[in-house]
T-cell receptor, first 114, second 109 residues
Framework: DAGVTQSPTHLIKTRGQHVTLRCSPISGHKSVSWYQQVLGQGPQFIFQYYEKEERGRGNFPDRFSARQFPNYSSELNVNALLLGDSALYLC?????????????FGEGSRLTVL | EDQVTQSPEALRLQEGESSSLNCSYTVSGLRGLFWYRQDPGKGPEFLFTLYSAGEEKEKERLKATLTKKESFLHITAPKPEDSATYLCAVKSGYSTLTFGKGTMLLVSP
């Protein structure tokens, strides 16, 4: 079975631009979470979606938004990019909302903002 | 606010040299402590879940233990393929995971 897939794997943007990152969860998983991992740091929670509804939001500005589609795939959007948005963006899926913390992560999308 | 502190930040071992990684946590109502392994350029891979003090879990050369304030990841006779960053995370209530910064382990042959 396919794991969590993310696209694109790498991308370079300039300050002020917009970016859309995509994630397909493991088949049958209904919850998708997004994490930001800056180099040398642990992943930091951005959003969680379950059954197409936002169920949690981390301490990130309104420039960050996300949504989940009927097929449970998800998009993370970041507007007005800043240099500090450069990071590995990780998507993780789990079967339930009240998951055990046993998340299945994709390989991430590496965003570089110049 | 949940907090997780991992030490050391980096650890270099010779093949076969056993050691332990530490994860100290502050959380209101622990719902689980989790260990993940992350290889360079990859997403984290789930290793263990611990729920209560005194609990232990083992997988190959790894053993995770939990007390009321910290968790240890013991690595027995490590091999070069154990080289990775090991992340500790906690979950409280219905919150999502709070991760530590990780310990980067390098095992030399």
């Amino acid at each position: 079975d396919a794991g969590v897939t993310q696209s694109p794997t790498h991308l370079i943007k300039t300050r002020g631009q917009h970016v859309t990152l995509r994630c397909s969860p493991i088949s049958g998983h209904k919850s998708v979470s997004w994490y930001q991992q800056v180099l040398g740091q642990g992943p930091q929670f951005i959003f969680q979606y379950y059954e197409k509804e936002e169920r949690g939001r981390g301490n990130f500005p309104d420039r960050f938004s996300a949504r989940q589609f009927p097929n449970y795939s998800s998009e993370l959007n970041v507007n007005a990019l800043l240099l500090g948005d450069s990071a590995l963006y990780l998507c993780a899926s789990s079967f339930r909302f009240s998951n055990t913390g046993e998340l299945f992560f994709g390989e991430g999308s590496r965003l570089t903002v110049l | 606010e949940d907090q997780v502190t991992q030490s050391p930040e980096a650890l270099r071992l010779q093949e076969g040299e056993s050691s332990s990684l530490n994860c100290s946590y502050t959380v209101s109502g622990l719902r689980g402590l989790f260990w993940y392994r992350q290889d360079p350029g990859k997403g984290p891979e789930f290793l263990f879940t611990l729920y209560s003090a005194g609990e232990e879990k083992e997988k190959e050369r790894l053993k995770a233990t939990l007390t009321k304030k910290e968790s240890f990841l013991h690595i027995t006779a490590p091999k070069p393929e154990d080289s990775a960053t090991y992340l500790c995370a906690v979950k409280s209530g219905y919150s999502t995971l709070t991760f530590g910064k990780g310990t980067m382990l390098l095992v030399s042959p």
